[in-house]
């Protein structure tokens, strides 16, 4: 027998995952989520969410399990390779999960979007910092990426997965945007997706050196 209460949840999710991807993190509040979720009690996400960010993260673990197993899967299958993977599969392998889920669910959806506009909220950003936990297979991505630029100080090298994570993002929720508006054409995402390893694999691999400065 279905659980009400977790298909309120569910609803719940799936509505604010819409509205906060079309509007904006501040612009929503959990009154708005439970009046465009249907609910007679207004403050039906309040009572399950407790709190915005409490609603935010319960949309990331919803979103992020399926996404967090395929990588994983696709780890363990780079893992077993010979040779072993580049830098252009490990990017991949940060990418692929992604963007496999503006296609591969049958339907519409909002999840890229809503998490490229939790970018723009500085307050979401610390507390995903403080309480966010990185799934182990982007870990040992990441950690195989250090090793095949152990020429590069250790610094750049995080501050360019982080570039490159946020460029991702924005572009895949624009990919998504135009998938569910019907502007996407057969083979574009293979060739976003084949696009954003190319320039995250020149940003890791570019060198460092003296700041010049910039011509008039």
């Known amino acids: ?13 799936d509505v604010a995952e819409r509205l906060f991807a079309e509007c904006g993190i501040d612009a929503v509040s959990l009154r708005t989520v439970g009046v465009e979720a249907g609910q ?6 309040q009572y399950h969410f407790g709190s915005r960010q409490g609603l935010i993260d319960a949309i990331i673990a919803a979103r992020s399990a399926p996404v967090d197993a395929r990588r994983a899967e696709l780890v363990a299958r780079a ?11 490990l990017v991949t392998l940060l990418v692929q999960p992604l963007a496999e889920t503006i296609e591969g669910t049958g339907g519409s959806t909002y999840y890229l979007r809503f998490l490229a506009r939790a970018l723009d909220e500085p307050s979401v950003r610390a507390a995903w910092r403080d309480t966010a936990t990185t799934p182990a297979s982007v870990h040992l991505v990441h950690r ?8 590069l100080p250790r610094d750049d090298v995080e501050r ?3 570039w490159s994570a946020m460029v991702s993002l924005r572009l895949l929720a624009e ?12 083979g574009a995402l293979a060739r976003t997706v084949r696009e954003l390893v190319e320039m995250q ?10 700041s010049s400065a910039v011509p008039a």
Not at 79 to 89: E, W
Not at 175 to 186: A, F, I, K, L, M
């Open 40 to 45: 007679r009690n207004k403050s039906a996400a």
């Open 201 to 210: 694999v020149a940003l890791l691999r570019c060198p460092t050196g003296p």
């Open 144 to 151: 195989r990426i250090h090793a095949l630029l152990g020429d």
């Open 1 to 13: 027998m279905a659980d009400p209460s977790a298909n309120t949840r569910a609803l719940l999710i």
């Open 79 to 89: 893992r077993g390779a010979t040779p072993p993977p580049d830098l252009r599969t």
């Open 160 to 162: 360019r997965l982080e």
């Open 175 to 186: 990919h998504e945007r135009r998938h569910h508006d019907g502007g996407s054409q057969p």
